[in-house]
């Protein structure tokens, strides 16, 4: 196919890079000002749900005094600790050091809500996020040049999976509601339309691409999944979901071990060289609610799902269709909120998600704050919420990007960067 050309919009992105601000606490802070806006005899305090695998998982933690890393490496480089016990202290390092996070820029591009959000793999400053309208942002926040935007078709031509090409990174692939996936450039050029519907009524909801097997896949809103190679090859084209297919997922370590999440509520994992039909998965994951994501972590040893009410899950390899834990967490769905997708991070065993509060959940408390949420992936228990009073809506889609110490959210029309306070202040 011919490259086509699409229009850059003449729309100034609003890029607000936020001063020192007393205001800007952690919700350990605000959660006595909080509690003096409820009436008296308010309900119970916050408690675990009966049904949870893991017990006492409700509040934040309280980290005891950060060890020294470069005692630790020294006493593993002595044989006196194992990789693990290191792994651990790195890790609740940088637990404290989220307790400093605040919002560091915060922009505002789009007339319609932020419905993807993907790091660029080589650049830590750099993100690209989509819009409901087909916008596409691409923001470099460590410099002061206009970011580079692409303007969308509007209705219907929601972005709904968003990939750097690991290739060539000045390109990426985009699967939106307008019906297609497609490799295009920043300039707003389309390289190469991967999968098209010829019918408004079919579009693709979910993307990944992997650079080790060539691949891409992509799933749409009737329960399809397309293979293809980067050539634009199609592989095959099977329908193994009964409802839409919110998200696909290609293990990082394993690429021919796929994971796909459908409102048809169930994961399913499949085995790339063995797929003939619909039957041919080698695991079907039931849950109680339809499923938003399945994300495998980064060393591909587990899968994390996101259910549409209350649910998060995390699967081990050692037996993948048993729940190794279940984390009660509020994050309902609702129509005109971005699905909201728990996430790994990039280097620690942690998991960070946005929180919808419900006052049906069971640990609901009145005046809940908005939270950006962060469990450790092994206990399942919270050891941090992040909350900025200015910024007070709720956070869909929360990613690190690949070095683990920026934050990027999409709550709403905004996009916001998350960092150290010491990081702003060098800024």
Avoid at 308 to 322: F, N
């Amino acid at each position: 196919m011919a490259p086509k050309k699409r229009p850059e919009t003449k729309k100034t992105s609003e890029i607000v890079l936020r001063p020192r601000n007393k205001r800007s606490r952690s919700p350990r802070e605000l959660e006595p000002e909080a509690k003096k806006l409820c009436a008296k005899g308010s309900g119970p305090s916050r408690r675990c749900d009966s049904d949870c695998l893991w017990a006492g998982l409700a509040g934040p933690q309280i980290l005891p005094p950060c060890r020294s890393i470069v005692r630790t490496l020294h006493q593993h480089r002595l044989g006196r600790a194992s990789w693990p016990s290191v792994q651990q202290g790195l890790q609740q390092s940088f637990l404290h050091t989220l307790d400093s996070y605040r919002i560091l820029q915060k922009a505002a591009p789009f007339d319609r809500r932020a419905t993807s959000l993907a790091w660029h793999p080589t650049h830590p400053s750099t993100v690209a996020v989509g819009s409901k309208g087909g916008d596409i942002l691409l923001w470099n926040f460590g410099i002061k040049d206009k970011p580079t935007f692409i303007k969308g078709i509007g209705a219907g031509g929601s972005i709904t999976g968003l990939k750097f090409n690991p290739l060539n990174t000045n390109q990426f692939y985009a699967s939106s509601m307008e019906g297609t996936t497609r490799l295009q450039d920043f300039k707003g050029n389309i390289l190469r339309v991967f999968a098209s519907s010829d019918t408004i009524n079919i579009w693709f909801c979910s993307l990944d691409v992997s650079a080790s097997s060539r691949m891409v896949v992509t799933g749409d809103n009737v329960g399809n999944v397309i293979l293809l190679n980067m050539d634009g090859k199609e592989l095959w084209n099977l329908r193994m979901h009964k409802k839409k297919v919110t998200h696909v997922a290609l293990n990082p370590c394993c690429d021919w071990f796929l994971a796909t999440a459908s409102v048809d509520q169930t994961v399913k994992i499949w085995d790339l060289r063995q797929v003939r039909g619909k039957a041919s998965f080698l695991y079907s994951l039931p849950h109680r609610h339809p499923v938003n994501a399945a994300c495998f972590s980064p060393d591909g040893a587990r899968l994390l799902t996101t259910d549409q009410k209350s649910e998060i899950r995390i699967y081990s390899a050692s037996q993948w269709d048993c729940p190794l834990g279940l984390i009660p967490h509020p994050h309902r769905h609702f129509q005109h909120l971005t699905p909201i997708k728990a996430a790994w991070h990039p280097r620690y065993n942690l998991i960070v998600v946005g929180r919808y509060p419900d006052p049906n959940f069971k640990s609901c408390t009145p005046y809940e704050l908005r939270t950006i949420d962060v469990f450790d992936g092994n206990s399942g228990k919270m050891m941090c919420q992040l909350y900025d009073p200015e910024s007070s809506g709720i956070s869909s889609l929360n990613e690190f990007n690949p070095m683990g110490d920026t934050l990027a959210s999409a709550m709403g029309y905004h996009v916001l960067i998350w960092s150290q306070e010491e990081a702003r202040t060098r800024k």
